[in-house]
C-alpha cells in the first residue's frame, strides 16, 4: 500500500546508504523497496539507484538521489524525543560519530546533510507548562553549545532541579541518581 504523505529526501547520490544508517539506528525504520534508473538522469547513469524507500522511527520517507543541486538544510529537521539519558546519548553519538556534526540547542546533522533534532520529553513536558517553567526551560535549552546534547548542559540540569516538583506529576515518578534528568523520567 502507498502511502498517502511521504517525506522525499534529497541526496547527492547516497541515499541508499542513508536509509541503511537509519534503519539501524531508529527503532520502528526499516528500508524497503530500492529503485535504479532505467535510463541516464541528471545526477546519475542508467542503473544508479534512484529512490529509496525507508521509514525513520515509523514515518515514512523516500530517498531521491538528485545529486548535489539541493543539499540538505535546517529548514528540515526530524525531531526525536528520547525518554532518559542513555536514549539520548545513543542517537546523538551515532549520528555525529558517523560524520555528522553537533549544532546549537540539541541540533545535530548528519553526514548527509539531515538535521536532527533529539529531543528529551521532559524539555518538551517544562515548555508545555508556560509561564516562568517554559522561560527556564527556553533559556536553559538556547545556552546549548553544540558540544553536548541537551542532557549534559549544566544549566538544564540545574533548571530541572529548581522544577523538580512542578513537572513531577507529568513524569514518572522516582528518586535522583546522580548528576542527569533521569530521575525526572523514571
Known amino acids: 500500500m502507498v502511502n ?3 517525506i522525499c529526501l534529497w541526496y547527492d547520490n547516497d541515499a541508499e546508504a542513508a536509509a541503511r ?5 531508529f527503532p520502528d525504520s526499516a528500508i524497503g523497496a530500492v529503485h535504479r534508473a532505467p535510463s541516464d ?6 542503473g544508479n539507484v534512484l529512490t529509496v524507500e525507508f521509514t525513520v ?4 520517507c523516500i ?3 538528485g545529486g548535489p543541486i539541493f543539499p540538505q538544510s535546517e529548514a528540515f529537521s526530524f525531531q526525536i524525543a528520547t525518554d532518559d539519558q542513555a536514549e539520548t546519548d545513543r542517537y546523538w553519538n551515532a549520528i555525529v560519530g558517523n560524520g555528522g556534526a553537533a549544532s546549537a540547542c540539541g541540533w545535530c546533522k548528519d553526514k548527509w546533510g539531515l538535521n536532527w533534532q533529539i529531543t528529551p520529553r521532559v524539555l518538551t513536558t517544562a515548555m508545555s507548562k508556560g509561564g516562568d517553567v517554559a522561560k527556564r526551560a527556553f533559556e ?3 545556552t546549548t ?4 546534547s541537551i542532557f549534559e548542559a549544566t544549566t538544564i540540569i540545574e533548571y530541572l532541579e529548581t522544577l523538580r516538583d512542578e513537572i513531577r506529576p507529568a513524569c514518572r515518578p522516582g528518586p535522583r541518581r546522580g ?3 533521569a530521575w525526572i523520567l523514571e
Open 57 to 60: 522511527c515509523g514515518v515514512p
Open 4 to 6: 498517502k504523505n511521504t
Open 140 to 142: 536553559a535549552m538556547m
Open 145 to 148: 553549545d553544540g558540544e553536548h
Open 179 to 181: 548528576p542527569s534528568m
Open 41 to 46: 538522469f541528471p545526477g546519475g547513469k542508467k
Open 21 to 25: 544508517f537509519y534503519a539501524e539506528t
Open 63 to 65: 530517498g531521491l538521489n
